[in-house]
């Protein structure tokens, strides 16, 4: 195991993690497993998707902390070695922290980071942002997801909503601050995008 020999040269290291990289016939059965399952071109990445997934976390921790960090202000309050005004100072900006998460996880969490489209050209993988900042991939079928023109949508806008026919919402992307990368796949399942 490659992290043995590397703890072995820290000898501080409290906890011993050695993965299980398995053997030749995993890797094996991996690889079929890959070349069975359909394979995914990238038609559209949204690069500033990092910087949203850091808002997002970002958000999070500032949450997390002004929630720690309230029971400790108020003790200090009633011990009366801190004034009203910093519990008060601390409340504020704790509900305020709270009352913006929601928001703001809901917003980052439509904006779609990249879309692939399978060699068939019958199923769109979405990715997108979850809760909690990492990647989540959506399967959607090409004849369920609606074109620009049925959406509503000009095909000159700056951000244009990724709706499906099943379900009601919509996702967001936008062709002018991301990169189309495959036009031809990506006006096969939206229209043109200009």
Wanted: aromatic share 10%; glycine share 8%.
């Amino acid at each position: 195991c490659p992290q043995l020999a590397r703890l072995a040269r820290w000898p501080r290291s409290p906890v011993l993690w050695c993965r299980n990289y398995g053997t030749a016939d995993d890797s094996a059965t991996s690889q079929a497993t890959r070349r069975q399952a359909p394979a995914f071109s990238a038609i559209y990445a949204f690069p500033a998707i990092r910087l949203l997934r850091g808002l997002s976390r970002l958000k999070l921790l500032q949450t997390g902390l002004t929630g720690v960090l309230l029971p400790p202000v108020y003790y200090l309050h009633l011990a009366g070695q801190a004034p009203p005004s910093l519990a008060a100072y601390s409340t504020g900006v704790a509900l305020l922290a709270a009352a913006t998460l929601y928001p703001v996880s809901h917003c980052v969490r439509r904006v779609v980071g990249m879309m692939y489209l399978d060699r068939d050209g019958t199923t769109l993988r979405v990715s997108h942002l979850t809760f909690w900042g990492r990647r989540k991939d959506v399967y959607v079928p090409v004849s369920d997801v609606m074109t620009l023109g049925d959406a509503g949508d000009a095909p000159g806008e700056l951000i244009l909503r990724l709706r499906r026919y099943s379900r009601p919402g919509a996702m967001y992307f936008s062709p002018r601050l991301g990169r189309v990368l495959d036009p031809e796949a990506f006006r096969r399942v939206f229209g043109s995008p200009s």
